[in-house]
């Protein structure tokens, strides 16, 4: 038998921040599946496919070996690509990467292994509607897309990137656009999840409730 805590929101939404924190304090194993698509983005640009490549993109994601540590640490094929994955060159594009039908089946097929007889917390956007429907939380983070578009341009700032608050904004704008339209998986609420609005709340305070919810359903 295994838990499971699903997470949705947006970009900047806090689900990173949020999941992580949860899954110390309940001992559960903390699966980021927007870090999948970065890394089949990466991977795409490393050895300098375009979009328009489909079949070679869907190829990259049925062999692709990710590895997430309890640390933090991603690794892909083996290397360490923790940082890299959060480049503005990849966040440009992995919306759009994540939209191929073929390479959502392939990562959904992925997650669903990675939860098997497991606990977890998974963060994405179609966790609590198509990954696991049945999970037994489901939350869907929200936040206004200026303060989630702050929150990211700050996080950035500190990893030394260098951006402006508008590019960062545009960014995230055009990737809400996008994922809330796919064919499959698109980011919704779902009917049973439960929604937490973070724009004035510090993450300690939406940690608290979200333990809160957890604490309930256990
Ligand atoms: O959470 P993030 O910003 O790291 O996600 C990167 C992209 O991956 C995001 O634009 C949408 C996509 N994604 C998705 O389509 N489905 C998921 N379960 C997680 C992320």
Redesign the pocket.
């Known amino acids: 038998m295994s838990f499971i805590v699903a997470i949705d929101g947006p ?1 900047g939404s806090g ?2 921040t949020v999941a992580k924190k949860i899954s110390e304090l309940f001992g559960l194993l903390n699966i ?4 999948m ?2 890394c089949i983005t990466l991977e795409m640009i490393n050895q300098k496919i375009n979009l328009e490549e489909i079949q070679k993109i869907i190829d990259i994601s049925k062999n692709i070996d990710i590895d997430m540590k309890e640390n933090g640490t991603i690794l892909l094929n083996g290397k360490d690509v923790t940082k890299e994955i959060r480049s503005k060159e990849v966040s440009g594009l ?2 759009q990467v ?1 939209s191929i039908t073929e390479v ?1 089946l392939n990562m959904v097929n992925l997650q669903r292994k990675m939860a098997e007889n497991k606990n977890v917390i998974m963060e ?4 609590t509607t198509y ?1 696991f429907p049945n999970a037994d939380v489901k939350i869907y983070l929200d936040a206004s897309v200026e303060e989630r578009a702050k929150r990211r341009f700050l996080e950035m700032q500190e990893k030394g990137i260098t951006t402006t608050f508008d590019e960062v904004l545009e960014n995230i704008k055009k ?1 809400d656009e ?2 809330r339209h ?1 064919e499959i ?1 698109s980011l919704m609420i779902a009917p049973d999840a439960a929604v937490v609005d973070t724009t004035n709340y510090s993450i300690d305070e939406v940690v608290n409730k979200i333990s809160n919810i957890i604490k309930e359903k256990k």
Do not use: E, F, Q
Not at 32 to 35: K, L, P, R
Not at 124 to 127: E, F, L, N, S, T
């Open positions: 970009a689900k990173g980021d599946t927007g870090a698509y970065r992995v919306s994540s959502r994405g956007r179609d966790i990954v990737r996008n994922d796919k998986g």
